[in-house]
């Protein structure tokens, strides 16, 4: 079955970086782009970008841009993202989720969620 | 860049039908038939109810619909049953490759 299976919780100090990963299973990893959605406690979805798993291509939200990567390990079937510059306000469950690569686009599988606290 | 727009709740009661809006721009729900439903109970992870405006996924229930006017789309629940409180989400392709979210809307069973 699908599964995304993300990293564990994170504390980090403001400044610091936090890198998070989405190692995929069952089914072809590169058929599928890893998209990357943050939620805040009671809070809105907040699409953060993705990347295409096949070309490594990637795409991030305007308001990520510069402090924001993501790579993925096509050997492992492992997607990471990597945010710096942390602040309180970075401090939230981070998901991974799949989206075909066909124009448009949904997501049908989640990972858990890392959650990202960020504190000094 | 600004979320699509939802009503913060709704409510109706078991057996009732509810509708949920989702209002977009030109450049995304107006420009694209990509609309696409999230359902999420307290603690879990978003699930994927409708997808291209009105496709239902597999395992979904019948009674998930959508349809999509002009810069709006609406999701459709009939037969309200108490499983169906959470909060929902949709999304939206907004062309050059982003996507956007709603701000959620709390569904209550009375």
């Known amino acids: 079955q699908v599964q995304l299976v993300q990293s564990g919780p994170e504390l980090k100090e403001p400044g610091a970086s936090v890198k998070i990963s989405c190692k995929a299973s069952g089914y072809t990893f590169i058929s599928y782009s890893i998209h990357w959605v943050r939620q805040a406690p009671g809070q809105r979805l907040e699409w953060m970008g993705w990347?295409?798993?096949?070309?490594?291509?990637?795409k991030y939200s305007q308001k990520f841009q510069g402090r924001i990567t993501f790579t993925r390990d096509t050997h492992a079937n492992i997607v990471y993202m990597e945010l710096t510059g942390l602040t309180s306000e970075d401090t939230t469950l981070y998901h991974c989720?799949?989206?075909?690569?066909?124009?448009?686009?949904?997501?049908?599988?989640w990972g858990q969620g890392t959650l990202v606290t960020v504190s000094s | 860049q600004s979320a699509l727009s939802q009503p913060a709740s709704v409510s109706g009661s078991p057996g009732q039908s509810t509708t949920i809006s989702c209002t977009g721009t030109s450049t995304d729900i107006g420009s694209y038939n990509f609309v696409s439903w999230y359902q999420q109970h307290p603690g879990a992870v978003p699930k994927l109810v409708l997808y291209?405006?009105?496709y239902r996924p597999s395992g979904v229930s019948g009674r998930f619909s959508g349809s999509k006017s002009g810069y709006t789309a609406s999701l459709i629940i009939s037969g309200l049953q108490a499983e169906d409180e959470a909060h929902y989400y949709c999304?939206?392709?907004?062309?050059?490759?982003?996507?956007?979210f709603g701000g959620g809307t709390k569904l209550t069973v009375l």
């Open positions: 990347i295409n798993t096949g070309t490594g291509e990637t």
């Open positions: 291209d405006v009105g």
């Open positions: 999304s939206s392709y907004r062309g050059d490759r982003t996507w956007v």
């Open positions: 989720a799949r989206v075909t690569l066909n124009f448009g686009g949904y997501f049908d599988y």
